[in-house]
């Protein structure tokens, strides 16, 4: 028999037993109900468990005491919620427009279990509230006209009602209900982030609300542009979902990955620790991406915008200004050099050589303002520090004289293609290239 003939035969089939309801009740709108087809669904704040059935599948949903919603099997994923609970929305919006007793022939027309336990579903919903309420959904076959056969829990009647609630739990793979942030949370909670890009390892640690690089050097980060990338990274989102319970993610290029972002958070569900894998490129040309959570298996599309900013050299990260010290701390300086040593001190709003002679404030604080607040355009990060181009040393001081930090002064060597850059190397191994034209006062004051 050919699928078509199989179609007619069950349109048939739904017709036939609508009429024979209607003209076993006395026929026209005689034989019609409307009543609230599922009674009691919990509101959405009291529900704690979702389980739907398809078929042979199975997947549990539950809330967690942050109000969060996890899919928990088969394997673990964090939902959308406002996705998840468009299943009790739609049940609590179902009119019963007709009814009819089940017994084990028409259970098998409609797609139901029968009373008696013979029979299969099409599909099933069980809601649980928090206080232990149930609600037990058997969804059956949908018909002409938009319609659907549901059965609620025990009872010996199936009904008649819209077929929006089959559309979703029948037709719909749950994983589109997925929650598609790569990393929730990145942006709010997270103290350490690490990188690993093309074979290199990149971390960065958070102590208060400052952030600091701990490799490939230890040094500091300009903190609001991390918060501004890990918020890029909090909002990245996947495509979607192309596998789950790959058989071989090496296939994908994700075992290896070719590179990964690690995110560890305070607090945490299971784990406190989020690994993003990034593998292969989605066909030939495309700048799309496989990815995947660690410890979830699910192989995702990341698109190639998203996998851009995944992507970004965190180098890009390091605070760029010669110290982190705050220019209203520092009560005096001493600029040491190959010739002199100077001793700067801080009187009230001006500023005193070490023999009481007042000195140019304006000079001082432009000395301070390129060494504290400029931001130098270009970086290099160095293995080995190039002494023969320092040419003072700057240590800032606050009360009693106490170090506050240490500022190398570089220079390159004036040609006649030319060079004269000033930079800043602040004891990491970072130097901060200044601007061309930089006025940087180390003598005369």
Request: aromatic share 4%.
């Amino acid at each position: 028999m050919s699928t078509r003939t199989t179609g007619i035969i069950w349109v048939i089939a739904m017709v036939c037993l609508i009429v024979a309801l209607l003209a076993r009740t006395g026929g026209g709108t005689a034989g019609s109900i409307d009543a609230v087809a599922v009674p009691d669904v919990p509101q959405d704040d009291a529900l704690s468990f979702i389980e739907l059935q398809q078929g042979d599948s199975t997947w549990t949903f539950q809330r967690d005491e942050s109000g969060t919603w996890w899919q928990e099997s088969p394997f673990v994923h964090r939902m959308d919620a406002a996705r998840l609970l468009e299943l009790p929305e739609l049940l609590r919006s179902l009119r019963a427009v007709a009814s009819v007793a089940l017994d084990e022939t028409q259970s098998g027309v409609l797609g139901l279990v029968a009373p008696d336990g013979t029979g299969s579903d099409l599909g099933r919903l069980v809601l649980r509230s928090s206080d232990g309420t149930t609600i037990d959904v058997h969804l059956g076959r949908t018909g002409i006209g938009g319609r659907g056969w549901l059965r609620l829990g025990d009872a010996a009647e199936a009904v008649v009602v819209d077929d929006d609630v089959h559309a979703m739990a029948l037709h719909e793979h749950p994983s589109a209900w997925r929650d598609a942030r790569l990393l929730p949370g990145t942006d709010a909670d997270a103290d350490h982030v690490a990188w690993l890009l093309n074979g290199e390892q990149i971390s960065l640690n958070r102590s208060g609300r400052t952030w600091r690089f701990a490799s490939p050097v230890e040094t500091r980060a300009d903190t609001p542009s991390v918060a501004g990338h890990l918020g890029e990274l909090a909002r990245a989102r996947f495509q979607s979902v192309l596998l789950d319970e790959p058989t071989d993610p090496a296939a994908f290029g994700l075992a290896p990955p070719i590179a990964s972002i690690a995110v560890a958070r305070a607090g945490g569900r299971a784990s406190n620790v989020t690994t993003l894998l990034i593998g292969d490129r989605v066909g030939g040309t495309s700048g799309d991406r496989y990815a995947m959570i660690e410890g979830v298996p699910s192989i995702v599309r990341v698109d190639q915008e998203t996998v851009a900013s995944l992507l970004a050299d965190p180098v890009a990260l390091v605070d760029r200004t010669g110290s982190g010290v705050a220019a209203v701390d520092v009560r005096s300086i001493r600029i040491l050099t190959a010739g002199e040593t100077i001793q700067l001190m801080r009187d009230l709003d001006a500023w005193q050589s070490s023999d009481g002679a007042h000195v140019d404030t304006a000079t001082v604080d432009g000395l301070l303002e390129t060494l504290l607040s400029t931001s130098a355009p270009e970086i290099t990060l160095v293995d080995q520090y190039p002494s023969e181009l320092e040419v003072a040393t700057v240590v800032l001081e606050g009360d009693d004289g106490r170090p506050l930090d240490t500022v190398r002064v570089l220079q390159e060597p004036v040609t006649p293609q030319g060079g004269g850059r000033w930079g800043l190397e602040n004891g990491d191994s970072v130097i901060r290239i200044l601007p061309e034209g930089t006025w940087l006062p180390l003598g005369g004051f």
